[in-house]
Structures are given as structure tokens and as C-alpha cells.
């Protein structure tokens, strides 16, 4: 299947006949609905908040942020950014609620500090993967995007991102641009396996009463499966035990100890704590 | 754009970011527009604290309303249905259409046309 991001770069790619297309289009309108009812749960919002729309097009996501009901803790207020002017045309059409602004997420996002409760992005960041200018690269761009994105957000805000990754490198090329950046993040994962599988990346930023991050975020919900790799990480580590007696890492740890009594110790080398050879 | 969204936007050039003059940006030719929207009481008092109220005087002096009071409505002020109408009319009703927001530190230009301002950056400015 053809991606658009290998073809154009977003503001060329959604012209006024694609961008009327895809705002048209009863196929992507149910996708982008159900994906942003799936962000907007996972935000869980209790009372009607400000919002940053990253990559908020034709306003398909923002519209449902202004019709969510009061018992729900709406409406939510929004303000879009978009780097495609003929989708921003679009939304001006369909007269959206939201505050619209022509300008590249991976510029950086200029807002004071601590200035929204909270972030959505539906199938946008992943275009921040390419560059499409020598004077910049992909990494520079994910990197101002988190960065501005967690100055934006207020203590215990989250951003959802709904996206496409390429491959498993994007993939964490994403994650990683944005723990970098100092927000707790993770990944779920609908329908995994599957052709319309969705990604979402959680983002949270410590503080104001939120704790801990992904897992905390969609602890309660039914049907999700946790895999932490911290765990199984730490679980690697603690099933090796303590070092055993004459192994290595106890020898190391031997030198070291007498090292630091001032004793006289031989160099440690790749040779250490190996047998001889059998002299004959 | 909206005044409320006025109230937060700075500018986006690299080198304004330490600044404090880069905030507010300052409005010039605006041409304004009144849209109803529906009072929601609790939207405005959860973003009320966020709200720089010197800033926001700047800009409604800018704008050509008449003078807000000196200080932030705080506390039992809240509780007054008519300031927070009237709160709601400036920061959500009020838009600005067409104009210019400019800068206090480096003079960039941001263009707003229909409402829509444009804050792409030609790249040395990143």
C-alpha cells in the first residue's frame, strides 16, 4: 500500500482536490472518528478543557472535541495547527469551533508554558519522520515538536498521538524523540496483528495529582493487556541472582573491594576469571 | 484568532524564546468579529488562572475596547454570572479576522488572514 508521506511532503500532498477528498471521504471520516473517540478516552477529561490539535487538518478530529456532552465534561475548547493550507480552507468551510493556525509542528509548537490541559494528534506526527529540506532532518523536527509540546502542556497533562509508523524504526524513533523531551510515554496498540491495526502513543507529563504514565493511564479499562519492557527488563537482571562465588562478576567485585582497601590489584582484562588451558 | 488564543501564542522564532518581550504579540490592523458561541461557566474559571491579565490588557487596549479593572477576577468575583459573560464575550467570542501580529523582540510579522494566522518560519529562523 502506497504511504502519501513518501510521495509529497504535507503541505504540497493535501492540495484543495485531496484535502476535499479526504474531508469527503465516509470511509476516513468513520476512521478518524472512532480514533479520536479512542484519544479522547484515553485522555480522560472530567471538565471542559483547552486542547492543542496537532496536525488538526480539516477539523474532523476537533469538531467531535467541541460536540463532546457536558455530562462527559465537555465542550473542550481547541485550537488546531496544521501545515496544509488547502485543508485549513476545508475547515474554514465547514465553520469549526476551534482556532485555526497555518504552521509546521516540527518547527516547534509556540505557545507559554504550562498553556493546555491536554493534546491530541490524529495520523500527523508521523509525517515528522521526513525531511524534506537538507537544512533540517527528521530527528531536529521530532525533537522541537516534543520539546515545544511539553513546555505547552500544563502539570499532569497528556497528549494522545494517533499514528502510522513506517516500521519498527519510526516507530521508536517517535517514542524515543519523545521520552527524550521528559514525558512519560508508551504505546497502545488496538487490534494489533491485524490491517487496521492503530497506534497510539500516550504521553504524560508528571505532576498535578497524575501518576506514573501509560500503565496508570489505562489501568481500569477493559480489554488491554500490559507489556511493560522495563519489567521484563528488570526481571532479566534479577533472575541471573547475585554473582556467584569464583564467576566473574564476583571476582570484579572482589578486586574492586580490595582495590579500595588499598591493596594491590592486577589489571582486569577480557582474560579475567577464565581457566588456564590445559598445559598438556 | 480568537482573544484567548492571543493570550497564549508567542512568538516562534528561536531566539525570542528567553525574551519576555516576545510576549504578548502585539496586534496591528485588526479587523474584528463577533461570534456567538455558547457560555460554558466552568471552561472560563478552569482557564482563568492561566490567563496573563497584564498581557490580556495589552491587547484589549490594542484591540480598542474599553479598559479591563486592574487585577484578575479572583475568588467570590467568580461567582458573578455578568464577569464571567463578559469574560467570555473578550477571550471566546471576539476573533480577530484579518491583521498582523508582530513581535516586541525580533519584529517578525505574523500575517492572520480569515481568522487563520500563519506562523510557518522561513528556515533560517528556526
Redesign the interface.
Known amino acids: 500500500m502506497s504511504r502519501p508521506e513518501d510521495i509529497l511532503p504535507p503541505d504540497l500532498f493535501y492540495n484543495d482536490n485531496e484535502s476535499r477528498k479526504y474531508t469527503k471521504s465516509s470511509r476516513i471520516r468513520n476512521i478518524q472518528a472512532n480514533m479520536t473517540s479512542r484519544a479522547l478516552e484515553l485522555l480522560d477529561l472530567k471538565?471542559?478543557?483547552?486542547i492543542l490539535d496537532l496536525g488538526c487538518g480539516s477539523g474532523l478530529s476537533g469538531e467531535m472535541l467541541s460536540e463532546v456532552t457536558p455530562e462527559e465534561g465537555g465542550?473542550h475548547?481547541w485550537?488546531g495547527?496544521d501545515?496544509s493550507p488547502s485543508m485549513?480552507d476545508v475547515a474554514?468551510q465547514r465553520e469549526v469551533?476551534g482556532?485555526?493556525?497555518?504552521?509546521?509542528i516540527g518547527?516547534?509548537v509556540?505557545?507559554?508554558p504550562?498553556?493546555f490541559?491536554a493534546a491530541i494528534s490524529i495520523s500527523a506526527i508521523q509525517w515528522l519522520c521526513n525531511a524534506e529540506?537538507s537544512?533540517?532532518t527528521a530527528e531536529g523536527r521530532l525533537r522541537?515538536f516534543f520539546e515545544g509540546l511539553y513546555a505547552s502542556l500544563?502539570r499532569g497533562g497528556r497528549a494522545v498521538c494517533q499514528f502510522y509508523p513506517k516500521n519498527d524504526v519510526q516507530r521508536s524513533m517517535i517514542s524515543g524523540a519523545a521520552i527524550k523531551a521528559g514525558f512519560g510515554a508508551g504505546i497502545l496498540e488496538d487490534d494489533p496483528g491485524t490491517k487496521s491495526s492503530k497506534l497510539y502513543l500516550v504521553l504524560t507529563v508528571g505532576g498535578g495529582g497524575l501518576t506514573g504514565d501509560i500503565t496508570g493511564v489505562v489501568n481500569g479499562m477493559d480489554d488491554v493487556s500490559v507489556l511493560d519492557a522495563r519489567r521484563k527488563a528488570a526481571e532479566i537482571n534479577n533472575a541471573r541472582g547475585p554473582p556467584r562465588k569464583g564467576d566473574k562478576a564476583w571476582i570484579l567485585h572482589k578486586k574492586e573491594q580490595m582495590a579500595k582497601k588499598g591493596k594491590v590489584v592486577k589489571a582486569s582484562s577480557k582474560y579475567t576469571g577464565r581457566k588456564r588451558r590445559i598445559a598438556f | 484568532?480568537?482573544v484567548?488564543?492571543a493570550n497564549?501564542?508567542?512568538?516562534?522564532v528561536?531566539e525570542c524564546k528567553t525574551s519576555p518581550a516576545s510576549?504578548p504579540l502585539h496586534f496591528q490592523d485588526a479587523e474584528l468579529e463577533q461570534q456567538e458561541?455558547?457560555f460554558?461557566p466552568?471552561?472560563i474559571r478552569?482557564?482563568l488562572p492561566?490567563i496573563?491579565w497584564e498581557a490580556l490588557r495589552t491587547i484589549s487596549n490594542e484591540l480598542g475596547f474599553p479598559s479591563l479593572p486592574d487585577s484578575k477576577p479572583e475568588g467570590d468575583a467568580l461567582e458573578n454570572e455578568q464577569t464571567l459573560r463578559d469574560l467570555h464575550r473578550l477571550l471566546?467570542e471576539t476573533q480577530v479576522t484579518e491583521g498582523k501580529l508582530t513581535c516586541g523582540n525580533c519584529g517578525h510579522s505574523y500575517m492572520i488572514k480569515?481568522?487563520?494566522?500563519?506562523?510557518?518560519?522561513p528556515?533560517h529562523l528556526?
Do not use: H, Y
Open positions: 471538565s471542559p478543557s483547552f465542550p475548547t485550537i495547527m501545515i485549513l474554514l469551533e482556532d485555526l493556525f497555518l504552521a509546521d518547527q516547534g509556540p505557545f507559554r504550562g498553556t490541559d529540506t537544512d533540517v522541537r500544563r | 484568532m480568537k484567548i488564543t497564549f501564542v508567542t512568538c516562534a528561536k510576549f458561541l455558547d460554558q466552568e471552561f478552569n482557564i492561566r496573563d471566546l480569515e481568522g487563520i494566522a500563519n506562523f510557518l518560519l528556515s528556526v
